[in-house]
């Protein structure tokens, strides 16, 4: 079974515009990863957030946590072309680091 | 660049047969994790490998069954192939013991089951 879900599970936007996405999960977490996957290829990870931070930054990409509602947002400023792709956050279970779990996925096209 | 190779990239079998799927992973990468992604859907764990020895496994059945070796290389093995066993098979390197570290993935083996 998939311990987060992503919303939207589909997300067209402009050029230029900033893109969000979001993902809830069910059970207590070490950690949560976003991970970004162009068409068929593997996963590139992106960004790391622990259980007891609530915003972090990498470049164009700003991840928030909210434990106490179990879900987090990914917010990608700026989108490029480049940045079409599916995106997937990723929660480790507690007590069992590395054994991480997928979400289905926001798939992301950014429009020319 | 992951430092984590996969082959073959493709693939096609035929119903009931048996394939093995190859990753290798960088030095210093002591737990391999493998994950089968059906066509728009997320990646689903199968199983984990630390240092030889099953460490975790998925909702997957024991026809789906792993190696990993001292180089830190690694093999899936699938028996009897089923239809949907059709997808993109991810084999993904880690330290283990280390918190919140980082997972890197191979670009994925895919497997077509007519």
């Known amino acids: 079974s998939q311990q987060g879900e992503e919303d939207p599970q589909a997300l067209s936007i402009q050029e230029g515009e900033n893109a969000t996405m979001n993902c809830s999960y069910k059970?207590?977490?070490?950690?949560l990863q976003w991970y970004r996957q162009n068409s068929g290829r593997g996963l590139v990870h992106l960004i790391l957030?622990?259980?007891?931070?609530r915003e972090k930054h990498s470049g164009r990409l700003r991840v928030t946590l909210d434990t106490s509602k179990k879900s987090s947002s990914l917010l990608i400023t700026a989108s490029r072309a480049a940045d079409t792709a599916s995106y997937f956050c990723?929660?480790?279970?507690?007590?069992?680091?590395?054994?991480?779990?997928f979400g289905k996925g926001t798939r992301l096209h950014i429009l020319p | 660049e992951t430092g984590v190779t996969q082959s073959p990239t493709h693939l096609i079998k035929t119903r009931g047969q048996q394939v093995t799927l190859r990753c290798s992973s960088q030095?210093?990468?002591?737990?391999v994790s493998w994950y089968q992604q059906a066509l728009g859907q997320g990646p689903q764990f199968i199983f984990q490998?630390?240092?030889?020895?099953?460490?975790g496994r998925g909702n997957f059945p024991p026809r789906f069954s792993g190696l990993q070796f001292p180089n830190y290389s690694s093999e899936l093995n699938v028996n009897a192939l089923e239809l949907d066993d059709s997808a993109l098979y991810l084999c993904?390197?880690?330290?283990?013991?280390?918190?919140?570290?980082?997972?890197?993935f191979g670009e994925g083996s895919w497997l077509t089951v007519v």
């Open positions: 990723a929660t480790v279970w507690m007590n069992r680091d590395d054994k991480i779990i």
């Open positions: 059970t207590s977490i070490n950690n």
């Open positions: 957030i622990r259980s007891n931070e």
């Open positions: 030095s210093g990468h002591n737990t």
């Open positions: 490998y630390y240092r030889e020895e099953e460490n």
């Open positions: 993904a390197g880690s330290l283990q013991g280390v918190s919140g570290n980082t997972i890197y």
